[in-house]
C-alpha cells in the first residue's frame, strides 16, 4: 500500500506531506492495509459511502468492469478521491496501478 501512495505522489511531483488523508471505498472496509498505511503515515482513512463513491463517478478518469460492477463506479480509488477532497475536486492524473492496489489523487476545489 505504501509502495502504491509513494508511486502516486512521485508521479505527480508531490511530498508525503501534501496528503491530507486516505480514502476507500465502503468495499474496501475491512482491507487492513489501508488502515496500516494512515497509521504509519499518521493520516486519517476516510471510508466513502458508495452513495458517494456512485456521486463522484462522473469525474474518474479510469475505468474498471469489476469496480462498476461492484460499488457503481468505474473506479474506486479515484472517485473516493474525489468524494473526499470535496466540491470542485479534480483528479492530478489516472489511478496509479502498484499490483492489486491503486491509488488515485485529488485536489480539493480550492487547491491549486
Do not use: N, W, Y
Given at each position: 500500500?505504501?509502495?502504491a501512495?509513494?508511486t502516486a505522489?512521485e508521479?505527480?511531483?508531490?511530498?508525503?506531506?501534501?496528503?491530507?488523508?486516505l480514502a476507500?471505498?465502503e468495499?474496501?472496509r475491512?482491507?487492513?492495509?489501508?488502515?496500516?498505511?494512515?497509521?504509519?503515515?499518521?493520516?486519517?482513512?476516510?471510508?466513502?459511502?458508495?452513495?458517494?463513491?456512485?456521486?463522484a463517478?462522473?469525474?474518474?478518469?479510469?475505468?474498471?468492469?469489476l469496480s462498476?460492477?461492484h460499488?457503481?463506479?468505474?473506479s474506486?480509488s479515484?472517485a473516493a478521491?474525489l468524494?473526499?477532497?470535496?466540491?470542485?475536486a479534480r483528479?492530478?492524473g489516472?489511478?496509479i496501478?502498484l499490483g492489486?492496489?491503486?491509488?488515485?489523487?485529488a485536489?480539493g476545489?480550492g487547491?491549486?
Amino acid at each position: 500500500m505504501r509502495a502504491a501512495i509513494e508511486t502516486a505522489l512521485e508521479a505527480h511531483g508531490l511530498a508525503m506531506t501534501a496528503l491530507s488523508g486516505l480514502a476507500t471505498g465502503e468495499i474496501k472496509r475491512d482491507e487492513g492495509a489501508i488502515f496500516l498505511a494512515g497509521r504509519d503515515l499518521a493520516l486519517p482513512v476516510i471510508v466513502v459511502s458508495d452513495g458517494a463513491l456512485q456521486a463522484a463517478a462522473s469525474g474518474t478518469i479510469s475505468r474498471s468492469e469489476l469496480s462498476q460492477a461492484h460499488t457503481g463506479t468505474p473506479s474506486v480509488s479515484e472517485a473516493a478521491a474525489l468524494a473526499v477532497a470535496g466540491k470542485g475536486a479534480r483528479l492530478l492524473g489516472p489511478r496509479i496501478v502498484l499490483g492489486p492496489v491503486t491509488c488515485a489523487i485529488a485536489l480539493g476545489g480550492g487547491a491549486e
